[in-house]
């Protein structure tokens, strides 16, 4: 059986009344027979069935025994640095996501956890870092925005031969694409905003866990903490997961069209994007990964914060917003936005340019997207970008 045939038929018809969508049970509470005598379900923050279901299709999907679906990508991530203590070290990728950087940083440093960010595209980079306090290895590949590709199987070794936990945050690339537990990681977060949900119009996070007790540890936390999804939502993940293949098999298409074609641009100082062949971790890709996704990202000759300014206000199709993975096609530029919570000189040390633009190559024509781009260049070429004034950060 074919990856989309199991997973569109791991959605289970309603065994009560044949429904063939997953109902939404919209309840805060179930009747019990006796004191602790139910059927399985007690109170809606513990669990509840929709929630449940949603849970149970992405543990599948990601090969693992536990789901656990949070209020968002950032609740999820919390839960799992729940599982640490004060003393506890954590080795993270460098070109983290803005808002785990804040996370970590802002929030788990006051409680003594400590982090040391590597460039984990080297695995010796990790192999160097980790100590005997180190408990987690936190890693997302591809990265959020240079789409830094690290080989997750050589640092599930490292991991194993210290004898702590690595967490792989597989938003870009989605299930459709990579199977980190496969791989020899320990526990998977998603913020299922993006291509899980896959409409841009939800937010919500996941975790999945290779081991029961692992899962049971992180499901004690979401109880304790609260953080969950609720019902309505949890039915719209499950939704957007129906159409996950398809949407990702031609995000990645668009995407390989829209890098080449960026590539070849005399105004493009550089492209990221792993499916070009270019690219330093392609092989690493290659290997771990089914295809590329849809996630492109590109610096401009004229390196400034005005120029990419100007481009990212000058497109049609191509919409300024944070966020990504949605059908449709999306820009945003780090530096003033997704990693403004970063400072200046980390976030250039990590790669992410003044000039930096990330597009979310939707599902549109690829052709579209092109003259897109092509038209908003000739704008940068005719108006000098120094008239412009930078538009306000968001996050
Ligand atoms: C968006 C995102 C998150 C955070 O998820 P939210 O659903 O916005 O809380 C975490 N990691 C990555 C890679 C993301 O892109």
């Excluded at 890693?139 to 240079?146: F, L, R, V």
């Excluded at 994007?273 to 690219?279: D, E, K, N, Q, T």
Aim: proline share 4%; aromatic share 6%; charged share 20%.
């Amino acid at each position: 059986m074919s990856n989309a045939t199991q997973l569109i038929h791991s959605i289970p018809v309603d065994p009560l009344t044949g429904s063939i969508s997953v109902p939404i049970y919209q309840t805060s509470t179930f009747v019990q027979e006796a004191p602790g005598v139910n059927k399985g379900f007690d109170y809606a923050r513990t669990n509840n069935p929709t929630r449940a279901t949603l849970e149970t299709i992405i543990a599948q999907l990601e090969g693992g025994t536990t789901g656990i679906a949070f209020g968002s990508g950032l609740a999820a991530i919390d839960s799992v640095l729940k599982l640490l203590k004060a003393g506890d070290e954590i080795v993270a990728v460098d070109d983290i996501y803005g808002g785990a950087f804040r996370l970590f940083t802002h929030i788990y440093e006051k409680f003594g956890i400590t982090v040391k960010y590597v460039d984990t595209t080297d695995v010796e980079n990790v192999f160097n870092a980790v100590s005997e306090k180190t408990k987690l290895i936190w890693i997302e590949t591809p990265t959020n925005p240079t789409l830094k590709v690290s080989d997750i199987a050589a640092i599930a070794k490292v991991a194993k031969a210290n004898r702590c936990l690595l967490c792989v945050d597989n938003t870009f690339a989605s299930p459709a694409l990579q199977k980190p537990l496969a791989l020899g990681a320990d526990i998977v977060v998603h913020s299922a905003t993006k291509y899980l949900g896959g409409h841009s119009d939800l937010i919500a996070g996941l975790v999945v866990t290779k081991e029961q007790e692992l899962g049971d540890k992180v499901k004690f936390i979401q109880n304790a903490s609260g953080a969950i999804l609720a019902p309505f939502d949890s039915w719209l993940v499950i939704r957007g997961i129906e159409t996950l293949h398809l949407r990702v098999k031609q995000h990645c298409a668009n995407a390989q069209v829209v890098a080449e074609f960026l590539q070849d641009h005399p105004l493009v100082d550089k492209v990221f994007y792993p499916g070009l062949p270019s690219h330093p971790n392609h092989e690493v890709a290659k290997k771990q990964s089914t295809g590329y996704g849809g996630i492109v990202s590109f610096s401009l000759k004229i390196d400034t914060e005005e120029a990419a300014t100007r481009f990212i206000t000058s497109t049609h199709y191509f919409k300024l917003a944070e966020s990504l993975g949605g059908v449709k096609s999306l820009l945003c530029h780090p530096a003033t936005m997704t990693h403004k919570s970063i400072p200046a000189d980390k976030r250039r040390a990590a790669g992410v340019a003044d000039s930096l633009i990330r597009l979310s190559v939707g599902l549109e024509e690829s052709a579209d997207l092109v003259n897109d781009l092509s038209q908003a260049f000739e704008v940068l070429q005719k108006q000098p970008a120094a008239s412009v004034s930078a538009v306000s950060a968001t996050t």
